[in-house]
């Protein structure tokens, strides 16, 4: 529904109830009052009477014999399983047991073995890691600077 107006939305929102008329008051005004000038709000009401035409015409199909017992007995017995389920069980007790070695991990490590970023912002770490390549920079100038300035270093020996 990309490029639909919020109204669009709204109205369509609310068509089925329009149709099957539960919808009245103000709601319903604003609604026709829409689809008197909304060609495609108008288009999905088509659309949504055709359906439900449609399904009117369906016949209507007698369930098996024994069939509502039947799907009743499923859905208590799934009822029951559904606690006792294994898988689920298995998955309750691992996640319990990672949640406590989580916990253990985190209550037994030692904060002061790697890297103290916890309390630098990223910026920081950024300018301190270029405040370093700057100063390996002008380390770097300095020792060819000083090199080139040696006495009995020609030029050309200097181009090596």
């Not at 970023?117 to 002008?138: G, K, M, W």
Request: charged share 25%; net charge negative.
């Amino acid at each position: 529904m990309t490029g639909v107006s919020k109204t669009c939305m709204m109205v369509r929102r609310h068509l089925s109830a329009y149709l099957d008329q539960e919808l009245a008051g103000p709601k319903r005004e604003e609604l026709v009052a829409h689809l008197n000038h909304c060609e495609a709000c108008r288009l999905v009401e088509q659309e949504l009477r055709e359906l439900d035409l449609s399904i009117g015409r369906l016949e209507d199909i007698e369930p098996v014999m024994g069939f509502t017992a039947r799907v009743m007995a499923d859905i208590s017995e799934s009822k029951q399983n559904s606690f006792t389920s294994p898988s689920l069980v298995y998955a309750l007790v691992f996640s319990f047991f990672l949640l406590v070695g989580i916990l253990l991990a985190g209550l037994l490590m030692d904060p002061g073995t790697g890297p103290d970023y916890a309390e630098d912002d990223l910026s920081t770490v950024f300018a301190e890691s270029r405040d370093l390549n700057l100063l390996n920079i002008q380390e770097q100038s300095f020792a060819l600077l000083s090199n080139s300035s040696k006495p009995g270093i020609t030029e050309h020996e200097h181009k090596k």
